[in-house]
């Protein structure tokens, strides 16, 4: 499994059978660029080439930033524009969410029921949806 958002790059790119100039040319930068890209000499990555890479090679925008160890212009603004939402991070990050909670709170969200996950106590301190264990390691209470 690659490692750095260069390797990334390249084996997305290699996966799609995708030449370096005809990549270049769709994601809107040189060969030169991208070349330099995939080898780890030309960073930072600006994020529109980010999100065009991932876009044109059907990669996540979000694993190539984590690997490039940014973030996503667009969160970052929701981010200061949202007041909510640095608590929501702070909250999550001191609950210890797991990813399988936020694919919970997520799903509650998409069917516009963002409560329901909470309500129903499938995310706990960091427990995974269906875990035994309540807050603190000990069972879960059952029952209203």
């Given at each position: 499994?690659?490692?750095?958002?260069?390797?990334?790059?390249?084996?997305?790119?290699?996966a799609?059978?995708?030449?370096?100039?005809?990549?270049?040319?769709?994601?809107?930068?040189?060969?030169?660029?991208?070349s330099?890209?995939?080898?780890?000499?030309?960073?930072?990555?600006?994020?529109?080439?980010?999100?065009?890479?991932?876009m044109?090679?059907?990669?996540d925008?979000?694993?190539?930033?984590?690997?490039?160890?940014s973030?996503?212009?667009?969160?970052?603004?929701?981010?200061?524009v949202?007041?909510?939402?640095?608590?929501?991070?702070?909250?999550?990050?001191?609950?210890?969410?797991?990813?399988?909670?936020?694919?919970v709170?997520?799903?509650?969200?998409?069917?516009?029921?963002?409560?329901?996950?909470?309500?129903?106590?499938q995310?706990?301190?960091?427990?995974?949806?269906?875990?035994?264990?309540?807050?603190?390691?000990?069972?879960?209470?059952?029952?209203?």
């Amino acid at each position: 499994m690659a490692r750095t958002v260069e390797e990334t790059i390249r084996e997305q790119r290699e996966a799609q059978q995708m030449g370096l100039r005809v990549a270049a040319e769709r994601i809107g930068i040189s060969p030169v660029c991208l070349s330099r890209t995939e080898r780890g000499k030309e960073r930072p990555l600006r994020p529109e080439v980010v999100k065009r890479i991932a876009m044109l090679l059907g990669g996540d925008p979000d694993l190539l930033f984590r690997l490039a160890e940014s973030t996503d212009p667009d969160l970052a603004e929701c981010i200061h524009v949202v007041p909510n939402v640095p608590e929501f991070l702070r909250i999550a990050m001191a609950q210890k969410l797991t990813s399988e909670n936020f694919d919970v709170l997520n799903a509650g969200i998409k069917r516009n029921r963002p409560s329901e996950a909470l309500e129903t106590g499938q995310v706990r301190n960091g427990e995974a949806p269906g875990s035994p264990r309540g807050p603190g390691g000990g069972p879960r209470a059952r029952g209203g």
